[in-house]
């Protein structure tokens, strides 16, 4: 049985439950269960700390799970991504009183507060930066003000919230995090794990690309096929006008209207898209 740890809670929770229900799994989710049991894909989910999730993959208690790459890397587990999985999307970085004229060696003998003491070791560590960590467990963009702290080192989103408290960021990003499926170090991915992965693969491509069907006219299939080249090939199918064929293609969802405008000036007509709900490719 394969057993996989998930965030009980915060903004990667409910983006990773929508996730595998559009992957097979999670079929019933009783609301305060904190291990789940799905015996049609034999698995069971544990619903954890989002912070834990790296350590108990990391020590093998369980095979999988899904985090954050922030927490991953702070957690210090003996864990590796296997996926990114494209929500969850964070920003990490150095801010303080007139940060916008400063650079990260101003930050010298600093104390920097943080909720993410082993991201910032390992970034002030690479950076050649000595500084004293000032642990908190949130809200650290007051640490400043309360004047237990020089900086801080936060994720950051819009910035809002630091320039309220008087702060500006300070150079480049420290970490670009986003949800990942983790697995531990030095492990050789087992069939239940491929699959996981592969059904997870199959959501990410579903929600990236839809399918195009036109109909344009045989002597334009050529100049169609680029603009739509599909995966390996589109699919052309003979119409009953010989002088009319059917191309079906897969398409970037963002690219999509695009594509229909430059079909349409090609003479394409009948352009309907439609949504993946699920691939295999």
Same mark, same amino acid.
């Given at each position: 049985m394969l057993r996989v740890a998930l965030p009980n809670k915060g903004q990667l929770a409910e983006p990773a439950r929508d996730m595998l229900r559009e992957?097979?799994?999670?079929?019933?989710?009783?609301?305060?269960?904190?291990?789940?049991?799905?015996?049609?894909?034999?698995? #069971?989910?544990f619903l954890l700390r989002p912070?834990?999730?790296?350590?108990?993959?990391?020590?093998?208690?369980?095979?999988?799970? =899904?985090?954050?790459?922030? /927490?991953l890397l702070d957690s210090g587990a003996d864990a590796t991504e296997l996926l #990114?999985?494209?929500?969850?999307?964070?920003?990490? $970085?150095?801010?303080? +009183?007139g940060g916008a004229? /400063?650079?990260?060696?101003?930050?010298?003998?600093? $104390?920097?507060?943080?909720?993410? +003491?082993?991201?910032?070791a390992d970034y002030l560590e690479r950076a050649g930066l000595e500084a004293q960590i000032v642990r908190l467990d949130g809200a650290v963009e007051n640490a400043v003000r309360l004047g237990v702290a020089d900086a801080v080192a936060d994720v950051v989103a819009t910035g809002t919230t630091l320039r309220q408290?008087?702060?500006?960021? =300070?150079? #480049?990003p420290i970490l670009v995090s986003e949800a990942v499926v983790v697995q531990r170090s030095g492990v050789?991915?087992?069939?239940?794990?491929?699959?996981?992965? $592969?059904?997870?693969?199959?959501?990410?491509v579903a929600r990236a690309y839809v399918l195009l069907d036109y109909d344009i006219r045989t002597s334009e299939i050529d100049a169609a096929c680029r603009i739509t080249p599909g995966f390996e090939s589109p699919t052309i199918s003979s119409l009953h006008d010989p002088e009319w064929s059917?191309?079906?293609?897969?398409? $970037?969802?963002?690219?999509?209207?695009?594509i229909m405008d430059e079909l349409y000036e090609r003479g394409a007509r009948g352009i309907l898209v439609t949504a993946i709900h699920a691939c295999r490719l």
């Open positions: 992957a097979g799994y999670l079929r019933s989710m009783p609301p305060r269960d904190l291990v789940i049991a799905d015996p049609d894909n034999d698995v #069971e989910f912070k834990d999730v790296a350590t108990y993959v990391g020590a093998g208690t369980l095979d999988v799970g =899904i985090t954050g790459r922030d /927490m #990114e999985l494209g929500f969850g999307d964070s920003t990490f $970085r150095l801010a303080a +009183p004229n /400063m650079t990260v060696h101003d930050l010298a003998g600093s $104390r920097i507060a943080t909720s993410y +003491p082993g991201v910032l408290a008087g702060l500006q960021v =300070i150079g #480049e050789a991915i087992s069939p239940a794990v491929d699959t996981f992965v $592969r059904r997870l693969t199959s959501v990410l059917a191309v079906r293609a897969m398409v $970037r969802r963002t690219d999509v209207h695009r």
